[in-house]
């Protein structure tokens, strides 16, 4: 069930990767400012998507808050604790609590390992590092009961991954992802790689087990359309920042930010008629390298709205209307509904 207790809050999360030159790349030649200053929370029971372009930060967001990335700076609270300034025996112990579900069902599974192992394989550890105590024949069962939840017979269980579909591979990756109870899942475009009619079936099923489960998602995919079946909640990202957040229903109905606006524009609607009515916002150029230090608004160089003052400074996230936050000069003085 949905609330407004948060589960995951994300206070100025930095993940930058510095580059080095120089014949034994000792010299410091800047960074690639991968993730910029992002801030949010994820509530209990929620999905939140996360959108925006390829390269505009949103996998290396999750694998930062994972802890697969390093973090440059930022905190990453769960549940209270702060992830980020965890030492590796604290990490292990809180990852129980959040898993992550990868894009490419294809490279995710251990192809050495039978399909029952590598659903197993996360409970054996806890169980030997003394963080579960589960014996072999529970763990077995929890497998097979697990496996069979998300559409995998006993039939399969003693198969090898390469044997299956991608949209089976997901699932058994979507088992494991459960095999340890986890609160949090941190889904990195889990359809993406499916076709459009097995895409369908694996979003029904990750709705279904977030009721039965009691799980929270933070979502990430690329496809307007999924996320919006999907999520309660949407942040769009753009060159390693949040530039709009707001429930899916009115991000989709009322976008404010420019950025939003153009990429919305470009979502084929199945209607022929609405579709040549429809004002199609197309932006110039290409999103900038995330190498280059920019003052201003990270949407500056592309922005049809640009004012002078978006070159100098970088506008902050403010809430325009309840749950609705914007970061773009246009609505600097339209907190609390007055639009621009
Ligand atoms: Fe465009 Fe300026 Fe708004 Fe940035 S702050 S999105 S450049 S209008």
């Given at each position: 069930?949905?609330?407004?207790?948060?589960?995951?809050?994300?206070k100025?999360?930095?993940?930058?990767?510095?580059?080095?030159?120089g014949?034994?790349f000792?010299?410091?030649?800047?960074?690639?400012?991968?993730?910029?200053?992002?801030?949010?929370?994820?509530?209990?029971?929620?999905?939140?998507?996360?959108?925006?372009?390829?390269?505009?930060?949103?996998?290396?967001?999750?694998?930062?808050?994972a802890?697969l990335?390093?973090i440059?700076?930022?905190?990453?609270?769960?549940?209270?604790?702060?992830?980020?300034?965890?030492?590796?025996?604290?990490?292990?112990?809180?990852?129980?609590?959040?898993?992550i579900?990868?894009?490419?069902p294809?490279?995710?599974?251990?192809?050495?390992?039978?399909?029952?192992?590598?659903?197993?394989?996360?409970?054996?550890?806890?169980?030997?590092?003394?963080?579960?105590?589960?014996?072999e024949?529970?763990?077995?069962?929890?497998?097979?009961s697990?496996?069979?939840?998300?559409?995998?017979?006993?039939?399969?269980?003693?198969?090898?991954?390469?044997?299956?579909?991608?949209?089976?591979?997901?699932r058994?990756?979507?088992?494991?992802?459960?095999?340890?109870?986890?609160?949090?899942?941190?889904?990195?475009?889990p359809?993406?790689?499916?076709d459009?009619?097995?895409?369908?079936?694996?979003?029904?099923?990750?709705?279904?087990?977030?009721?039965?489960?009691?799980?929270?998602?933070?979502?990430?995919?690329h496809?307007?359309?999924?996320?919006?079946?999907?999520?309660?909640?949407?942040?769009?990202?753009?060159?390693?920042?949040?530039?709009?957040?707001?429930?899916?229903?009115?991000?989709?109905?009322?976008?404010?930010?420019?950025?939003?606006?153009?990429?919305?524009?470009?979502?084929?609607?199945?209607?022929?008629?609405?579709?040549?009515?429809?004002?199609?916002?197309?932006?110039?150029?290409?999103?900038?390298?995330?190498?280059?230090?920019?003052?201003?608004?990270?949407?500056?160089?592309?922005?049809?709205?640009?004012?002078?003052?978006?070159?100098?400074?970088?506008?902050?996230l403010?809430?325009?209307?309840?749950?609705?936050?914007?970061?773009?000069?246009?609505y600097?003085?339209?907190?609390?509904?007055?639009?621009?």
């Amino acid at each position: 069930m949905q609330t407004r207790e948060t589960l995951l809050e994300i206070k100025d999360l930095k993940v930058h990767f510095p580059l080095e030159k120089g014949l034994l790349f000792t010299k410091k030649a800047g960074a690639v400012r991968a993730v910029d200053g992002v801030s949010f929370c994820v509530h209990k029971g929620e999905s939140l998507g996360l959108v925006g372009e390829s390269g505009c930060g949103k996998s290396t967001t999750i694998m930062a808050l994972a802890r697969l990335e390093h973090i440059t700076s930022g905190q990453v609270l769960f549940e209270g604790k702060d992830l980020a300034g965890m030492d590796a025996q604290q990490l292990i112990r809180a990852r129980k609590d959040f898993q992550i579900i990868f894009q490419d069902p294809y490279s995710s599974l251990d192809p050495r390992m039978r399909v029952i192992d590598i659903v197993a394989e996360p409970m054996r550890i806890f169980t030997k590092k003394r963080l579960l105590s589960l014996t072999e024949k529970q763990i077995e069962e929890k497998a097979l009961s697990l496996l069979d939840r998300c559409g995998l017979p006993s039939s399969y269980t003693k198969r090898y991954p390469h044997e299956f579909s991608g949209g089976q591979r997901q699932r058994i990756g979507i088992a494991r992802a459960l095999s340890l109870g986890p609160k949090l899942i941190l889904a990195d475009e889990p359809v993406s790689a499916l076709d459009v009619s097995i895409q369908s079936q694996i979003l029904n099923l990750l709705k279904d087990l977030q009721k039965e489960f009691n799980l929270t998602f933070l979502f990430i995919a690329h496809d307007l359309s999924v996320v919006e079946y999907f999520c309660n909640r949407v942040a769009v990202m753009y060159l390693g920042n949040i530039v709009e957040l707001a429930p899916s229903n009115i991000l989709y109905k009322n976008p404010m930010h420019p950025y939003t606006k153009a990429l919305l524009s470009a979502v084929p609607i199945p209607d022929p008629v609405a579709a040549k009515t429809r004002k199609r916002l197309i932006l110039n150029g290409d999103v900038p390298s995330p190498i280059s230090i920019r003052l201003g608004c990270p949407f500056y160089e592309r922005c049809p709205m640009a004012m002078g003052a978006c070159e100098k400074q970088k506008p902050t996230l403010i809430e325009i209307e309840e749950g609705h936050q914007v970061a773009c000069f246009l609505y600097e003085n339209a907190q609390g509904g007055d639009h621009a």
